[in-house]
């Protein structure tokens, strides 16, 4: 019943933003769940990009630190991604995930199909 809906990715040039949305549905608590992002290109381990809680603490990856912002709507029950001077490293398939009360820990079972973001000149 849960679903995890990813959108917002593509083609940017280095430097440029890009905005990642997760729409859920069938969360019944979404707002005592934590939420996260992570990332993952051919031949590496999916990572973690940001992960933030149910009352907003927050934690990023250090290679997006200050660049990445994650936020939540409850009442949406949504998630987002501010990316911002984007770099080529950045480049990956992009999913949502539903966490626990820490959801940096380990990531949730419910993931998203992902979207794609491209950063390339």
């Known amino acids: 019943q849960v679903q995890l809906v990813e959108s917002g990715g593509g083609l940017v040039q280095p430097g440029g933003s890009l905005t990642l949305s997760c729409a859920t549905s069938g969360i019944i608590h979404f707002i005592h769940n934590g939420m996260a992002w992570y990332r993952q290109v051919p031949g590496k381990q999916r990572e973690l990009v940001a992960g933030?809680?149910?009352?907003?603490?927050?934690k990023y990856v250090d290679d997006v630190e200050g660049r990445f912002t994650i936020s939540r709507d409850s009442a949406k029950k949504t998630v987002t991604l501010q990316m911002n001077s984007l770099k080529p490293e950045d480049t990956a398939v992009y999913f949502c995930?539903?966490?626990?009360?820490?959801?940096?820990?380990?990531?949730?079972?419910?993931w998203g199909q992902g979207t794609q973001v491209t950063v390339s000149a």
């Open positions: 995930n539903v966490g626990g009360v820490w959801p940096w820990r380990s990531p949730g079972r419910y």
């Open positions: 933030i809680t149910s009352n907003g603490i927050t």
